[in-house]
């Protein structure tokens, strides 16, 4: 079974940066979809990011465009999102999830990490 291990969350000032890692174990890499997600307690889901490997694509949530950086690293089953500019808004747990096979990210994804805590601190 395909397993996710987030790494990399903690507790940073506003305008820091974290990256966080998404170990990935028993996938293909062949055709998927891979991305991240965060909540904050009491508020629903929300997409951040998200790779497709079957378009070559890549796409962040409007809140995070230009400060946020999805990468892959296949030789180390590794996906990493870089966060930029960090702001106390960022405050959540992030998730990495992935779908294979698989186009695009959704809630609904199949394949879900145990999430890592990222603190923005103002």
């Known amino acids: 079974e395909v397993q996710l291990v987030e790494s990399g969350g903690g507790l940073v000032q506003a305008g820091g940066s974290l990256r966080l890692s998404c170990a990935v174990s028993?996938?293909?890499?062949?055709?998927?979809?891979i991305g991240w997600f965060r909540q904050i307690p009491g508020k629903e889901r929300e997409w951040v990011s998200c790779?497709?490997?079957?378009?070559?694509?890549?796409d962040y949530a409007d809140s995070v465009k230009g400060r946020f950086s999805i990468s892959a690293d296949n030789a180390k089953n590794t996906v990493y999102l870089q966060m930029n500019s960090l702001k106390p808004e960022d405050t959540a747990v992030y998730y990495c999830?992935?779908?294979?096979?698989?186009?695009?990210?959704?809630?609904?994804?199949?394949?879900w990490g145990q999430g890592t805590q990222v603190t923005v601190s103002s």
């Open positions: 999830a992935a779908e294979e096979p698989g186009d695009w990210c959704e809630g609904t994804m199949t394949y």
């Open positions: 028993r996938f293909t890499f062949d055709d998927y979809a």
């Open positions: 790779f497709s490997s079957r378009y070559g694509s890549k």
